[in-house]
């Protein structure tokens, strides 16, 4: 498999057994560029200096023909401004680039997949993101095609365009115009969950959350796309109790990575799919729409609520953000 042409961008923090083997899926796809952003070590959790030090000793160990930049903090900033601030440094510097967190383990294809729809859509404007996880979404709603589009990005795993990022905005300061003007219900999604975006992105706009809402919120109040792959392409190993969101774990947790039939199947049509939409709904309710924000509250403990949903909904997935319930 050829090394990808597109930069590599690669956030790190403070957990060195899991960048360790997304490192090592880098290492054996050899991109041509690399991008590293590290956050400092907290000042209040003393075992910080120690893992951050050890992290940072791993994707130093650059052992290909790679031209590397470096952004590494010694003062933490936090998830939310490490993250955007980190991804505004990688398009100062390159026109677009294949993203991967510490916890974000991809299949070798997923770098191939990147590579050429970053180059076939570079110039369309319709198109913000590239997502390599798919949900464990069925075959069937990709028809014979090897990807397809929907507005909802997910981003465990993912490529996009300088001129892209360019439409982000961390304060979200568009939003109360976007919200009041009623333009919520011109959004590809169900009422339900045109309700949870607005008491999401309320939260948001107020100043909480990290960073990834707010590029959820650029792409659908842009009417962008997100390109999804036929085949889950990364698998998300950070459910656990270090992480910043997902400290529980889930069915969304590791969801096996898969290769991609190569060469690409490319769809006839840019346009959106009802059918990846309805399912990417579906599961973003079922991991943090209204009824498990009751739930947070009637039932407080995190273990107790894991063991009801495994009675009440056996083969639901928790999508992203489940963590934190």
């Known amino acids: 498999m050829a090394p990808p042409a597109a930069p590599v961008a690669l956030f790190v923090f403070n957990r060195p057994d899991l960048t360790e083997q997304v490192f090592e899926v880098i290492r054996a796809a050899k991109p ?13 959790r003393p075992e910080d200096e120690r893992l951050c030090r050890e992290t940072r000793e791993i994707v130093h160990d650059v052992d290909w023909p790679c031209d590397v930049h470096w952004n590494l903090r010694e003062v933490n900033l936090g998830c939310g401004p490490a993250m955007s601030q980190g991804i505004s440094w990688v398009f100062d510097h390159v026109d677009r680039a294949i993203i991967l967190e510490d916890d974000c383990v ?17 110039d369309d404007s319709r198109i913000l993101q590239i997502a390599g996880s798919n949900l ?13 589009f929907a507005s909802f990005p997910l981003v465990w795993g ?10 982000y905005d961390f304060g979200m300061r568009s939003w109360p115009a976007f919200r009041d003007s009623g333009m919520l219900a011109g959004l590809h999604n169900s009422r339900r969950r045109q309700s949870q975006l607005r008491r999401e992105w309320d939260h948001i706009h107020a100043g909480n959350g990290t960073w990834d809402h707010q590029w959820q919120y650029t792409v659908m109040s842009q009417h962008g796309l997100s390109v999804y792959p036929a085949t889950n ?28 039939a190569l060469p690409l199947a ?6 959106h799919n009802p059918r990846l939409e309805s399912l990417l709904d579906r599961e973003v309710l079922r991991a943090i729409g209204t009824a498990v924000t009751v739930l947070r509250k009637v039932l407080p403990s995190k273990r107790a609520r894991r063991a009801l949903r495994r009675v009440l909904l056996p083969t639901a997935r ?8």
């Open 136 to 148: 464990a979404a069925p075959a069937a709603t990709f028809g014979d095609d090897s990807y397809s």
């Open 32 to 44: 041509p560029v690399l991008l590293v952003s590290a956050d400092g070590p907290r000042p209040d």
């Open 233 to 260: 392409l990364v698998s998300n190993l950070g459910f656990r109790a270090d992480a910043t969101q997902t400290t529980a774990p889930g069915s969304m947790a590791e969801i096996p990575a898969r290769a991609i």
């Open 266 to 271: 490319h769809p006839p049509l840019v346009a």
């Open 106 to 122: 991809p299949d070798p294809t997923f770098f191939p997949f990147c590579d050429e729809l970053l180059e076939r859509y570079k």
């Open 318 to 325: 928790h999508g992203p953000g489940s963590g934190r319930s």
């Open 158 to 167: 993912w490529a996009t365009w300088r001129r892209a990022w360019a439409h």
